[in-house]
């Protein structure tokens, strides 16, 4: 099995940047795609960005380009979310998630899921 380990989330005034990580154990050399999705109070899941281990390429919720970028290690073990210019709307639970094969940036493919960082962003 998988398992997936947030951390990195705070209180952060606006404008500010942080920097979210998530260490993956178990069974990870079968991961292939591995994102980041928030989830605001009252507010659905939604995607954040992704990352396609086979090819490397990066995918991003459109209204996040340019704020957020994720990276990773080559080992497919560690992701991060680098996030700047932080507004009050970016406040959420982070989460992490990976799936065997990456097929979108969609929650709805992605198997496994970590518990959550909170991230909280002071006007």
């Known amino acids: 099995q998988v398992q997936l380990v947030e951390s990195g989330g705070r209180l952060v005034q606006a404008g500010g940047s942080l920097r979210l990580s998530c260490a993956a154990s178990?069974?990870?050399?079968?991961?292939?795609?591995m994102g980041w999705f928030r989830q605001a109070p009252g507010k659905e899941r939604e995607s954040v960005a992704a990352?396609?281990?086979?090819?490397?390429?990066?995918y991003y919720q459109e209204s996040l380009k340019g704020r957020f970028t994720i990276s990773g290690d080559k080992h497919q073990t560690t992701i991060y979310l680098q996030m700047n210019s932080l507004k009050p709307e970016d406040a959420a639970i982070y989460y992490c998630?990976?799936?065997?094969?990456?097929?979108?940036?969609?929650?709805?493919?992605?198997?496994?899921w970590g518990q959550g960082t909170q991230v909280t962003v002071s006007s």
């Open positions: 998630a990976a799936n065997e094969i990456f097929r979108s940036i969609r929650r709805e493919d992605y198997t496994y």
């Open positions: 178990g069974v990870t050399f079968k991961l292939y795609a």
């Open positions: 990352i396609n281990w086979s090819t490397g390429r990066t």
